[in-house]
């Protein structure tokens, strides 16, 4: 069982918006700005999609973005594409002895 | 560009050392303010963080893993190392290796980029 809870599959159709949530504790995601989202297309490496709760790196799209609300992180994509569809995982901070925990990752199905 | 690209063994016996390299091409695992960690992800399960390594050998590890891990670095070769030890079936996963990403308060931020990942089964 993963530290942080994420909704096993969200879907959309295309050009909607849908919305990921990542739900930690104090410990983690309600304590620290150090959440960080993640795509990952099959077989393909994971890439870094959000850092910090809502930057994104140099090259992400700006339909991509990150908020946080007490100890739930969110990952919100606009104007959803063919090529959204992917798993997408969050990840913390910890005080706790991990340093590090991760969401069990969501699906998102494009319509 | 910075590119990760992991190597090793895709079979090993249960009790024997699981060992994978890390191949950092596009810049110098040298460069100070990251660090070099492993995740992995076993069938059907979530991303677990293994550990990770400064290139001047400050390392933090799991504690549910740390027993039986060791992370290296070679700076000559630019690349770092998992070793895994006395592995069973529960250690059977894709295994990915990415920069640390950290900063003067806490010891991680984010990791990025990854290496696109190994599969290891523990098997006989």
């Known amino acids: 069982q993963s530290a942080l809870t994420q909704p096993a599959s969200v879907s959309g159709s295309p050009g909607q918006s849908i919305t990921i949530s990542c739900t930690g504790t104090s410990s983690d995601v309600g304590g620290y700005n150090y959440v960080s989202w993640y795509q990952r297309h099959p077989g393909k490496a994971p890439k870094l999609m959000i850092y910090d709760v809502s930057n994104r790196p140099s090259g992400v799209s700006n339909r991509f973005s990150g908020s946080k609300s007490g100890n739930t992180a969110s990952l919100t994509i606009s104007g959803l594409q063919a090529e959204d569809e992917a798993d997408y995982y969050c990840s913390s901070y910890t005080t706790s002895s991990t340093l590090v925990v991760f969401g069990g990752g969501t699906k998102l199905t494009v319509l | 560009q910075l590119q990760l690209q992991e190597s090793g063994p895709g079979l090993v016996k249960p009790s024997e050392t699981l060992s994978l390299t890390c191949t950092v091409s596009g810049g110098s695992i040298s460069s100070s303010s990251y660090y070099w960690g492993w995740i992995r992800q076993p069938p059907g399960k979530g991303l677990e963080w293994i550990g990770s390594m400064y290139y001047s050998g400050s390392t933090y590890y799991n504690p549910s893993l740390k027993s039986r891990v060791t992370i290296s670095v070679d700076t000559s070769k630019n690349h770092f190392s998992l070793r895994l030890s006395s592995v069973t079936a529960a250690d059977t996963a894709v295994y990915y290796c990415?920069?640390?990403?950290?900063?003067?308060?806490?010891?991680?931020?984010?990791?990025?980029?990854w290496g696109q990942g190994t599969l290891v089964t523990v098997s006989s």
């Open positions: 990415a920069r640390h990403g950290i900063s003067t308060v806490v010891a991680y931020k984010w990791f990025d980029p």
